[in-house]
């Protein structure tokens, strides 16, 4: 939905504001990046900053702001960050400060740390556009996710002292987890009852292929370049993930990315991972400016018949990982170390999925009172869509 006032024609040419949080990177954000891309023209991301979201949620991020902006920078839609910016965007700060001609946000209401419409003066002044929301997913179900595992201590078979990890029945737990996968969040309300039916009890992603070959390369294989493969389950996506692939993918010249189904992560990992499912965290790794393809349910030990089919001529590995979180003891690099194709990389960044973890186990009841708050709200809001 565009201002009346806004001319469609000279979009083509203009700068494009957007703004966001952006923490706890998930599709909804990547799918509001590309909506506004598709307008045309230059589009500049403002990360807002670390206090300001203090301000106008009542908590800090989980990543840093400079963190989050990696992430941002990393997504192949955009064309320039501005970080620490404000939460309320005023017609000065657009016009002079991010030197942009428009400012685009999704079609639900914005309240700043004014307590007003953080972009009322963009909207009087003609100069908004507004694109649709993704529904269905949100910072805040993540976080609530996160923080049922921690108060369950769902955690608890995943290290030992040796921080090696560590499970006393895994075929058990497996069933657990995969008994989980079916029931997990599901609770029963009244309306459902009545009905004989289940109540999800907060928004799952229901993704159209539509939306997917939107967010894939169209990029083909090269003749005679070299085709470099990692793979993994990108679970809680953060700039560790950016920096890996962009230096795998400075390996070669086709850079095609594995990603793991959700029964592959439980069984690698344990419950409760991963936190977002298959779909989620293939639309986060397609958004990225270094991904050319993607394969979903990866094979978690890479065989010779693998990498013939899909012409594979490096396998890149991380130097930092979550490996002490691994059950499984068998190497899944061992054919591809035999045969001379396997390179370690050095990203530089130590973050972890396990640290984003500690992050938010070391602020989780400022952050449990804060979010369940906010889903709250969400539910409200996503009910008047019904």
């Known amino acids: 939905m565009v201002d009346s006032k806004v001319d469609l024609k000279n979009l083509s040419e203009s700068r494009i504001y957007v703004d966001g949080v952006f ?10 990046l590309r909506q506004s891309y598709e307008l045309g023209g230059k589009l500049v991301i403002g990360i807002i900053s670390d206090e300001e979201t203090r301000r106008a949620k009542g908590i800090c991020p989980i990543y840093t702001q400079e963190e989050r902006a990696e992430i941002v920078m990393g997504c192949k839609w955009v064309d320039e960050v501005m970080v620490g910016v404000p939460y309320d965007v005023t017609l000065d700060f657009l016009l002079n400060t991010a ?14 740390t004014s307590g007003k419409d ?21 910072t805040s179900t993540t976080l609530s996710r996160l ?5 369950f201590e769902r955690f608890y078979h995943l290290a ?18 995969e008994h989980e996968l079916l029931t997990e969040g599901l609770t029963d309300v009244e309306s459902a009852r009545q009905l004989g039916e289940r109540h999800v009890s907060y928004p799952r992603c229901r993704l159209s292929l539509n939306l997917l070959s939107k967010f894939l390369s169209n990029k083909d ?5 070299k085709v470099v493969y990692v793979d993994g389950s990108f679970d809680l996506f953060h700039n560790g993930h950016v920096r890996f692939l962009k230096a795998a993918r400075a390996l070669g010249d086709y850079l095609i990315v594995g990603i793991y189904d959700d029964q592959t992560v439980r069984t690698i990992k344990g419950s409760p991972f991963p936190f977002t499912n298959m779909l989620d965290r293939c639309l986060i790794v ?6 050319d393809d993607v394969i979903l349910g990866a094979p978690y030990k890479i065989t010779k018949d693998f990498v013939k089919i899909y012409g594979i001529d490096i396998v890149a590995v991380g130097k930092y990982s979550d490996s002490r979180l691994i059950h499984v003891k068998s190497n899944p690099l061992e054919v591809v170390e035999n045969m001379g194709i396997l390179r370690f990389v050095d990203s530089g960044s130590k973050t972890t999925s396990m640290e984003i973890i500690k992050r938010v186990s070391d602020r989780i009841v400022h952050i449990r009172d804060n979010v369940t708050d906010r889903c709250r709200r969400e539910s409200i809001h996503y009910k008047a869509y019904e």
Not at 100 to 108: E, F, L, P, Q, T
Request: hydrophobic letters at 35%; a negative charge; one cysteine or more.
């Open 23 to 32: 923490d706890l990177i998930h599709w909804g954000h990547l799918n509001a």
């Open 99 to 112: 030197k942009c001609d428009y400012v685009a946000h999704g079609d639900d209401i914005a309240i700043g």
């Open 118 to 138: 953080c972009y009322l003066e963009p909207k009087n002044a003609g100069l908004m556009i507004h694109f649709k929301r993704s529904y269905g997913v949100s």
């Open 147 to 151: 923080i049922e595992s921690l108060e």
């Open 160 to 177: 030992n002292e040796n921080h090696q990890a560590v499970s006393s029945d895994f075929d058990k737990a497996l069933k657990k987890n």
């Open 221 to 225: 294989r090269p003749g005679q370049g």
């Open 286 to 291: 397609s958004a990225m400016k270094y991904t």
